[in-house]
């Protein structure tokens, strides 16, 4: 059984169907792609997931917790981590301090600040953090002012303060979108070598050269409906996959 199971999620807006009887399963530790047209209905989905829109109907487990209904912070307690698709950084901190936040409240924010006055708990924290920067490529910067950074190394910030909280799933929205060919690879790169690690992973993703570089499996949402779903080869050969992207993106 899947770690974390959409059943039969439906989501209108105003009598637009965004989602229509969406069904999905995604293994631990495997990477699992959601891909399609614009306006197929993936933010929707990835937005159903974190708390930010509640589906109609239908149901979301992760590791036996209902999350419809739960509030996005109730969520993030349950290890489930959003990447957004633009930096959610603090321009005018330096790196480390932009890590301390989410290592400081992840999971239980309350008990982790708290938790601050003692030293030894400061140091360990900071370790992490500093750990962390390190591990995206960060680590020479770590007294930069965030603002400063470019538009690469602001993502590889923030999906470091996003692996700082620890994350049993972590959800990417288009991760290398805008990214130059160096940097997209360098970010492939990096996200390979977390994924190997065996943490969970659910990505939306427009360009094919990072699905088929990252995924173990895809869903393919058209209009609100996943039309196939399988390995990236099923997915390759598809030929409803090829003719839902006619004119888009390139297979
Ligand atoms: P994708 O991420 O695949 O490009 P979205 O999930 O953003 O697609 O959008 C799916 C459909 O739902 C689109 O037709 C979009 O216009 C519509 N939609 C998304 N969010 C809202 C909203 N908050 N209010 C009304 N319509 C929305
Ligand atoms: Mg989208």
Known sequence: MGILQVNSVNKSFRGLRALNDVNLEVDEGRVHAIIGPNG?????????????LVPDTGSVIFDGYSLVGLAPHQINQTGVVR?????????????????????????????????????????????????MLEDVGLADKR???????????????????????????????EPTAGMSRADTNNTIELLKRIAGRGLTMVIIEHDMHVVFSLADRISVLAQGTVIAEGEPAQIKGDPRVREAYLGGAQL
């Open 40 to 52: 197929a209905g993936k933010s929707t989905l990835l937005n159903c997931f974190v708390g930010r």
């Open 83 to 131: 990447v957004f698709q633009t930096p959610e950084i603090f321009g005018d901190l330096s790196l480390l301090e932009n890590m301390m936040i989410p290592a400081l409240t992840r999971r239980d924010g309350a008990f982790a600040l708290r938790g601050w006055q003692r030293a030894d708990a400061q140091s360990s924290v900071i370790a992490s953090a500093e750990h």
């Open 143 to 173: 007294h930069v002012i965030a603002g400063t950074l470019s538009r690469g190394d602001k993502r590889r910030l923030e999906l470091a303060m996003c692996l700082v909280q620890e994350p049993r799933l972590l959800l990417l929205d």
